[in-house]
């Protein structure tokens, strides 16, 4: 069984430490998100990431997801920043959208699904984002084998993937509710699943520069 630590905002370096040192090494953590428990591996490891692949039991072809703890982590992963994605960043982020652009060239394959293109989410968790300030950008695939319910708790985590994973950071229960909202916002918009941020939500902001929501 993987190790269960719980986080604590008054000892943030140490965990965040300890997740990197299991990061840096091509371990999997699982790591508190805005909705639910998340899988964290570090994003331009291929080998991590087939990894993190054979434990979800992902089909291929479809990519996975990365997480950010502040705007300045955004550059490493994607090419550029359409005025869409702008508009997007500057009302939903921190918070449960992800958000599809062109990819770093740097990115490895199988984190694409050579795609080209790479799902970004900045999360208004706090504890998360204590802990990415530190490690840097990680996956974020829900904490669940592919077809299987996603986890609010540590111990959901632990119950299902523990054999698997090297690091739990328990931070307590997570909200639950819809998933994130994933839009493409390369060019023009449009909503690839709608989840937490709405259609109409999305639609309002853009409407008032003049861009279509598809």
């Not at 921190?94 to 080209?116: D, R, V």
Request: hydrophobic letters at 40%.
């Amino acid at each position: 069984m993987s190790e269960i630590l719980p986080y604590n905002a008054g000892d943030v370096h140490r965990v965040s430490d300890q997740v990197k040192q299991v990061v840096a090494r091509g371990g999997i953590v699982a790591v508190p998100t805005e909705t639910y428990y998340g899988l964290g591996v570090n994003p331009f490891d291929s080998q991590a990431v087939d990894r993190l692949l054979r434990v979800k039991g992902r089909p291929d072809g479809k990519p996975i997801l990365v997480l950010i703890g502040n705007r300045g982590q955004l550059a490493m992963l994607v090419q550029k920043v359409s005025r869409t994605a702008s508009l997007l960043m500057d009302r939903f982020w921190p918070g449960p959208l992800t958000i599809l652009f062109t990819a770093a060239p740097s990115l490895p394959s199988n984190l694409t699904a050579g795609t080209g293109t790479i799902g970004v989410r900045f999360s208004s968790c706090g504890p998360l984002a204590d802990l990415l300030a530190v490690t840097g950008p990680l996956t974020g695939t829900s904490a669940n084998r592919a077809g299987e319910s996603p986890a609010q708790y540590a111990n959901q985590v632990q119950d299902s993937l523990g054999q698997d994973l090297s690091l739990i950071v328990d931070a307590g229960p997570t909200p639950g509710g819809p998933p994130s909202t994933v839009i493409d916002a390369r060019e023009t918009a449009c909503v690839i699943r709608e989840g937490a941020v709405t259609r109409q939500m999305l639609q309002d902001v853009l409407q008032t520069a003049g861009i279509s929501l598809m």
